[in-house]
C-alpha cells in the first residue's frame, strides 16, 4: 500500500508540472502584459534564414491589460538623414528607412488554446496591414517570449521573433 501512495503522489506531482509547463508555453492575454524588447528576429523562407533588420535589431512591444499593443521595429544601422530633418531625406535616406523599420498597434485577442493571440492592427507604417487581423503564436517559458508570425511584411515565409520581458 506504501507504493501505491508513493506513485499516486509522483504522478500527481508529475501532472502539476506538466500543467504548469503548458501554461507557460501557451500564454494568456494577462501573462503577456508588460513591456518586452527585441532580442532576435529572423526570416525562414523555404529553410533559408536571415536576420531581418540585421544583426543587431531593436525593438518594442507594449501590451497592456486592457487589451491594446503597440510595437515598433527597426535596424540598428539605419543612417541619420544628413539635413536632420525627417521630411527632408533624400529618397536613399527615405527608403532606408522605411525599408529598415515598422510600426504598428492596435488590439489583441487571444487563445491559449492554439497559443495564438489574434492583432487587430489599426495604424501601421506599412499601410497594407491597416484594418488587418494577423494571427501570430506565441510560447513563454519565464521572461522569454518566443513568436511566430506565419505573414511577415515581406510577403513570403514565417517570422520569428524572440522578446525578452522588460523589468
Known sequence: MKE???????????IVLSASLVA?????????V?????VSITLD?????????GP?????TIV?????????????DVPKFASNNRTGGTPEENKAAVQG???????????PADKGCTLHIEGCSFPNWIGTDQKHLYTLIGD?????????????????????RVR
Not at 508588460?34 to 527585441?38: N, R
Not at 506565419?150 to 517570422?159: K, N, Q
Open 144 to 164: 522569454e517570449l518566443r513568436e511566430s508570425n506565419p505573414a511577415p511584411s515581406t510577403g513570403a515565409g514565417s517570422a520569428q521573433v524572440i522578446w525578452k
Open 34 to 38: 508588460g513591456t518586452w524588447k527585441m
Open 24 to 32: 507557460q508555453q501557451s500564454p494568456t492575454a494577462k501573462q503577456l
Open 101 to 111: 523599420s515598422i510600426a504598428y498597434y492596435g488590439t489583441y485577442t487571444c487563445n
Open 4 to 14: 501505491y501512495g508513493k506513485f499516486a503522489f509522483v504522478l500527481l506531482v508529475c
Open 56 to 60: 543587431n535589431p531593436q525593438g518594442i
Open 64 to 76: 497592456d491589460r486592457n487589451g491594446h499593443f503597440s510595437r515598433l521595429i527597426s535596424r540598428s
Open 45 to 53: 523562407k523555404n529553410g533559408q534564414k536571415t536576420d531581418m533588420y
